[in-house]
C-alpha cells in the first residue's frame, strides 16, 4: 500500500494523471466521431440500419421521395408541344419503372425480362404495363414511329398506375 501511495501521490504521476484526464475525453470525442463517421459512410449501415428507419418514419418505402420528383419530372414533359419530349417521357418512366421492379428483386437484363417475371396476383395494371412496354418499344425500335398525346398519356398513366401499386410513388 505503501508502495501504491509512493507511486501516485509524487510529483510525476499526478502531472501524468493530471494531462490524461484533459486528453482522455478529447480522444474519447476524436474516436468517436470517427466510428460515427464510419457507420454513416458504411454501406452496410446506410443498407440495412438507415433505410429501415427511413421507411418506419416515413411510411412509404425507401426513395419514393426521390421516385416521386423524378415521375413529376416526367410527367411535366407531357406539357410541351414537342412529340420527342412525349417520347422521351415514355422512356424515362419506362426506365423509373425498370429501376423500381430491380430493387424489388426481379431479375432480368432488360425491363421486358423482369416484366415476364411479375405475376398478374402482384400487380394489378401488368397487362396495362405490358401494353405502355410495347409502345416503348415502338418508340425505340422505329425512328419514324408517330406518338400521339393520347397514346402518350395513356402509356404514362399505366407506368404511373403500376408505380403506385408498388409503392414507388
Known amino acids: 500500500m505503501e508502495l501504491f501511495n509512493l507511486i501516485f501521490n509524487s510529483g510525476v504521476a499526478q502531472f501524468l494523471i493530471f494531462w490524461a484526464k484533459i486528453v482522455s475525453p478529447i480522444v474519447f470525442l476524436f474516436l468517436l466521431g470517427v466510428i460515427i463517421y464510419c457507420l454513416v459512410k458504411s454501406i ?17 418505402s425507401y426513395g419514393s421521395g426521390k421516385a416521386e420528383k423524378r ?3 416526367i410527367a411535366k414533359r407531357l406539357e410541351n408541344p414537342n412529340m420527342a419530349e412525349w417520347k422521351l417521357a415514355v422512356i424515362e418512366a419506362e426506365n423509373l419503372a425498370d429501376e423500381v421492379l430491380g430493387r424489388m428483386g426481379y431479375a432480368g437484363a432488360s425491363f421486358g425480362e423482369r416484366l ?3 405475376d398478374a396476383s402482384q400487380l394489378q395494371s401488368l397487362d396495362d404495363l405490358t401494353a405502355a412496354h410495347q409502345t416503348r418499344n415502338n418508340i425505340v425500335h422505329d425512328p419514324d414511329y408517330r406518338l400521339e398525346i393520347e397514346e402518350a398519356t395513356r402509356t ?6 403500376a408505380l403506385r401499386e408498388l409503392d414507388a410513388i
Do not use: A, H, I, M
Not at 449501415?45 to 428507419?53: G, Q
Not at 404514362?156 to 398506375?161: G, H
Open 44 to 60: 452496410y449501415f446506410n443498407e440495412t440500419v438507415w433505410r429501415n428507419v427511413t421507411e418506419f418514419l416515413s411510411r412509404k
Open 71 to 73: 415521375w413529376q419530372t
Open 116 to 118: 415476364k417475371k411479375v
Open 156 to 161: 404514362l398513366n399505366s407506368y404511373e398506375r
